[in-house]
């Protein structure tokens, strides 16, 4: 079986900072690329960055670069999405994706994690 598990989320104040972590375990192992999404209330799901297998591929939505920043540790198993300079429009549930290809398109992602819900609010 394939599992991803986040964790990490929780409640920041604007400007603050967030660290979360997706834990990759089976076959999600074997996939290319592990992707950070999100999903806002009533709004629909969407990329905020990937990493490939070995860290030499990263890329990030407009909206987040320059203040988000994806790495791993295979060694561990992990996937990290720091957040810097939160704002509440980053409030949503963040979920992690195992999929074959460098991409941020979200039906092209096979395994998902639970999510996990980052709050920004004063």
């Known amino acids: 079986q394939s599992h991803l598990v986040e964790s990490g989320g929780g409640l ?8 979360l972590s997706c834990v ?4 999600a192992l074997d ?4 992707g950070w999404f999100r999903q806002a209330p ?9 990493i490939t297998r070995t860290g030499g591929i990263t890329n990030y939505a407009d909206s987040v670069k320059g203040r988000f ?4 540790d295979n060694a ?4 990290y999405l720091q957040m810097n300079s939160l704002t509440p429009e980053d409030t949503a549930v963040y979920y992690c994706a195992a999929g ?23």
Do not use: C, N
């Open 42 to 50: 009533g709004k629909e799901r969407e990329g905020v960055s990937f």
């Open 76 to 79: 561990k198993k992990t996937v």
């Open 12 to 19: 920041v104040q604007p400007g603050g900072s967030l660290r």
């Open 100 to 122: 074959p290809i460098a991409t941020m398109a979200t039906h092209r992602f096979d395994v998902w994690g639970q999510g996990t819900q980052v709050t920004v609010s004063s």
């Open 69 to 72: 920043t994806i790495s791993r």
């Open 31 to 34: 996939y290319y690329v592990i």
């Open 24 to 27: 990759i375990s089976g076959g």
